[in-house]
């Protein structure tokens, strides 16, 4: 039962473009959403976060969405750029609760 | 640059020998993550420890998988006896504090292949 799902396994995106990676979730309690990226042969690094009181957190290039209502969450790249490419990690928590849930990843390549 | 460490990067065993994980986290980060990652699966969770002492291995196999930590410098989770089905990468995190909120840093992750 996956409780954090990334349906996309891949997404291919021409440099410069924009890049738009989806996450959905079924657990209504979750409050704390993150995304990390993880580049092949490293561990996933901590790339952004948002906490459900909000429905947008905005840090340069990038910019998580979330649509409570319906249990979704969107990750926009833009301009995409060459180093992008790497696989993108949707996680989720409830509470004060450590563990985090997370989704099979997205691979994102970037053309040139 | 502070980061976590992991060694070995890569592990081949044969079906039933005893496999020992390795991972130094960051210094001053109190809470350390074991995760393994296969093939169709996102993360999961194995095991975590706070200030040395486990606080969940809930989601490790008990009867094959052990975790430790014998200083705040090592982390250690051993898979006696090792199956095929234990093929995957293992990465261990740490972090400053327990909240989901503090961001976890992974280590490079080990590659076991059990034959």
């Known amino acids: 039962d996956q409780q954090v799902k990334q349906n996309s396994p891949s997404l291919s995106v021409q440099e410069g473009r924009i890049s738009i990676l989806n996450c959905d979730y079924t657990?209504?309690?979750?409050?704390?959403f993150l995304w990390y990226k993880k580049y092949p042969a490293e561990g996933p690094t901590f790339l952004i976060s948002?906490?459900?009181i909000k429905d947008k957190n905005e840090d340069g290039r990038f910019t998580v969405f979330l649509n409570k209502s319906a249990k979704h969450l969107s990750l926009h790249i833009v301009p995409s750029q060459p180093g992008d490419s790497a696989v993108y990690f949707c996680?989720?928590?409830?509470?004060?609760?450590?563990?985090?849930?997370w989704g099979a990843g997205t691979k994102l390549i970037i053309k040139p | 640059d502070a980061r976590v460490t992991q060694t070995p990067r890569h592990k081949v065993t044969e079906m039933g020998q005893e496999v020992t994980m390795r991972c130094q986290p960051i210094?001053?980060?109190?809470?350390v993550f074991w995760y393994r990652q296969t093939m169709m699966q996102g993360l999961e969770l194995l095991a975590y420890?706070?200030?040395?002492?486990?606080?969940?291995d809930s989601g490790m196999p008990k009867d094959r998988f052990s975790a430790e930590m014998p200083d705040a410098t090592l982390a250690t989770l051993k898979i006696q006896p090792s199956e095929p089905r234990d093929s995957a990468v293992y990465f261990c995190?740490?972090?400053?504090?327990?909240?989901?909120?503090?961001?976890?840093?992974f280590g490079p992750g080990t590659r076991l292949t059990v034959l």
């Open positions: 996680a989720a928590s409830k509470g004060s609760n450590y563990q985090l849930i």
């Open positions: 657990n209504s309690m979750f409050d704390y």
């Open positions: 948002i906490s459900s």
């Open positions: 210094l001053g980060h109190n809470t």
């Open positions: 420890f706070r200030n040395r002492a486990p606080l969940d």
């Open positions: 995190a740490s972090g400053r504090d327990i909240s989901s909120t503090d961001t976890q840093y």
